[in-house]
């Protein structure tokens, strides 16, 4: 943490599915997490682990057979207490800017770019303004996200998949939002504009005017991805998901160089990526509506013995009963 307050503080966050025949999937469970101003947290693991499930129930935006535990604070607001009113007056655009996964399948394909940055400057400064205001400050949130002016007459099918991004970054930030959600925001682009569009979320972050948003406290990142690079690039920590669970939260720096991870499945991580072993991890995930009692990850590890029958909590901020020493322990033992 950097030691300012949190802008969103996750406690005990769980979402359950009621399918036919009564059956439950255990999405996330027991979430715990806090983003501070001036912090990007990145959300890492495996695609179907319950990240972007995470992101849905932070914005009120689950299906009708979800049932969600816990508490998600944005300030003195319980996001999973809020009625769909708060959520869709005051919370999503002006207290969540999300960035969404597939960025062209989120904008209307019969409207213009500028058209889109128009109507949400519109709607979330709750000023009014004229013709010619709009225009101008709908160029200004195009700058803001390095999405070119002369663009912004374009509808989306005639943007790459990078310009998509961009708009949609800058939709994003219209609101001057406390915390930004990016979920997967890097899918589908080449290497450049993954750098490209991680720097500007970064930049936006840090960015000093406006004096940290509409929470008087700065702006955070939580970014959802599977995309380990992007997520070194950015993050300021690393907080691992498996099989609906968070199993290690560490610093970026740490986790990415030395010492590295201490849960077995985050080491797994790194040594599947092509610049380091490009060893996959053995195995599959188990089904979310059919997890173990114990350890889910037990039988991909090959550090699992008979205590990881019994579900390990998560302590020193590792959700595992044979982790990886930590930097102070490997200290002792030199």
Request: proline share 7%.
């Amino acid at each position: 943490m950097t030691g300012r307050a949190p802008v969103l503080s996750v406690r005990g966050l769980s979402v359950r599915f009621l399918m036919p025949g009564g059956r439950r999937v255990a999405a996330v469970t027991d979430a715990h997490f806090d983003v501070a101003a001036g912090e990007c947290l990145a959300l890492i693991g495996e695609s179907g682990c319950g990240k972007s499930v995470l992101a849905s129930a932070l914005l009120g935006l689950l299906p009708g057979n979800a049932q969600t535990a816990g508490r998600a604070l944005l300030g003195d607001l319980d996001l999973l207490a809020a009625d769909e009113r708060t959520l869709a007056r005051t919370v999503r655009g002006r207290l969540i800017g999300l960035v969404p996964q597939s960025p062209a399948a989120h904008l209307t394909p019969v409207r213009t770019i500028r058209a889109h940055l128009e109507e949400t400057v519109a709607q979330l400064t709750g000023a009014r303004r004229t013709r010619g205001a709009l225009r101008t400050a709908a160029e200004a949130a195009a700058e803001r996200a390095a999405f070119p002016v002369d663009h912004l007459d374009h509808h989306p099918h005639q943007l790459s998949g990078g310009l998509a991004q961009r708009a949609a970054t800058a939709l994003a930030l219209v609101g001057d939002a406390p915390l930004l959600l990016a979920d997967e925001p890097t899918t589908g682009l080449d290497r450049d504009l993954v750098d490209r569009t991680v720097d500007e979320l970064r930049r936006h972050v840090h960015q000093p005017e406006g004096g940290g948003a509409r929470s008087g406290g700065g702006r955070a990142l939580l970014m959802i991805t599977h995309d380990l690079a992007a997520a070194e690039r950015i993050a300021d920590r690393i907080a691992v998901m498996y099989a609906g669970r968070i199993v290690e939260l560490a610093d970026a720096a740490a986790f990415f160089g030395a010492p590295g991870p201490r849960h077995p499945y985050s080491r797994g991580l790194l040594d599947a990526l092509p610049d380091r072993a490009f060893a996959p991890v053995p195995g599959l995930p188990p089904e979310l509506g059919a997890l173990p009692d114990g350890c889910a990850f037990a039988a991909r590890c090959d550090r699992a013995t008979d205590a990881c029958a019994v579900l390990p909590p998560l302590r020193a901020h590792v959700a595992c009963h044979h982790p990886h020493a930590a930097l102070t322990e490997a200290a002792d033992r030199a």
